[in-house]
C-alpha cells in the first residue's frame, strides 16, 4: 500500500509508503492523503494528525509515471488533475485537527506544499528541499498560496525561480519549518509537540486554527481554482511538454522563447 494509516494514542500516523521512488505522488496517493485527511478531521477519537515517510526521503515530488501521463493529458484532463492536487492541499491547510510534519529526508516540488500546509514541521539537519517545478517548465502553482505564506514573496522570488536546493537550517529560518533537531531526537520532538497538543481542549483547537485562518485572509475557492488553471495551461504548453519530455529523456530541454 502506498499509504499505511494507524492510530496511536489518538494521533492518525499517515506514512507514505513509496519508499522504492522516494514517496513520489501519483493521483492514487494524492486520492489516499486526501481522503485519510479528511477520514481523520472527522473522527472524534483523533486529536492529532501525522504525516511521516518510509524509507530515505520524505517525498520527491510528482512520480515519474504519473508525469508520463500528464505529458499527454490535454488542458482539461491537466485541469481536473490539478484540482485534485489542490483539493488535498486545501484539505490539510483547513483540517480542524492538527497536523504534524515529520521530516526525516529530501522533500521537494508539491512535497514542501505538504510541509506548508501542515500546522508543525520538524527536520532533521541533513533534509534538503526544492521548489524544482521551471527546472522542467512548470510552475509550482498549487502549492504556492501555502508557500508564499509561510516564506513571504520576497523568498518565494528566489527559491521558485532559482530551483535551487537549500538545507534544514535555511527551512527553519524561512519559515517552512518549526524546528530542526538530529535524527535521534525527532521522535522526541514529535512527542513532545504531541503531548502540548493534547493537553489543549479539541475544541478549542479547532477554533483556533479556524481563528488564524479568519484573521489570515484565508485562501478562497476563487483562488484554488485559479491555481490549478494556472499550472493546467502550464502543462499543456509548450515548454511544460519540453521540460517533461526532456526530463523524462534524460536531456536537457530546449526552451522556446516566454
Not at 478562497?220 to 519540453?242: K, L, M, N, P, W
Amino acid at each position: 500500500m502506498s499509504l499505511l494509516i494507524s492510530q496511536e494514542n489518538g494521533v492518525a500516523v499517515l506514512t507514505l509508503n513509496r519508499p522504492e521512488v522516494h514517496n513520489a505522488f501519483d493521483d492514487a496517493l494524492i486520492a489516499a492523503l486526501t481522503a485519510a485527511y479528511e477520514a481523520a478531521g472527522r473522527d472524534p477519537g483523533v486529536r492529532a494528525i501525522l504525516l511521516r515517510a518510509n524509507g530515505a526521503s520524505f517525498c520527491a515530488g510528482a512520480d515519474l509515471n504519473w508525469m508520463r501521463r500528464m505529458a499527454a493529458y490535454s488542458l482539461e484532463e491537466n485541469l481536473e488533475d490539478a484540482g485534485r492536487l489542490g483539493a488535498l492541499m486545501r484539505t490539510i491547510d483547513t483540517c480542524p485537527k492538527p497536523t504534524l510534519a515529520r521530516v526525516h529526508g529530501s522533500a521537494f516540488a508539491g512535497a514542501i506544499g505538504l510541509i506548508a500546509c501542515s500546522d508543525i514541521a520538524v527536520a532533521v539537519p541533513e533534509a534538503l528541499f526544492a521548489v524544482t517545478e521551471v527546472r522542467i517548465g512548470l510552475i509550482p502553482a498549487v502549492i504556492s498560496p501555502y508557500l508564499v505564506r509561510a516564506m513571504g514573496a520576497r523568498q518565494a522570488r528566489r527559491y521558485f525561480l532559482t530551483a535551487e536546493r537549500f538545507d534544514a537550517a535555511t527551512a527553519l529560518s524561512l519559515g517552512l519549518v518549526h524546528e530542526v533537531v538530529a535524527p535521534e531526537d525527532l521522535d522526541a520532538a514529535i512527542a513532545r509537540h504531541l503531548k502540548a497538543l493534547a493537553a489543549g481542549s479539541p475544541a478549542a483547537l479547532a477554533a483556533t486554527k479556524d481563528l488564524v485562518a479568519a484573521v489570515d485572509r484565508p485562501l478562497s475557492h476563487d483562488v484554488i481554482a485559479d491555481t490549478a488553471r494556472r499550472i493546467a495551461q502550464q502543462r499543456a504548453s509548450c515548454d511544460g511538454r519540453e521540460g517533461l519530455t526532456a526530463f523524462l529523456e534524460k536531456r536537457k530541454p530546449e526552451w522556446g522563447q516566454p
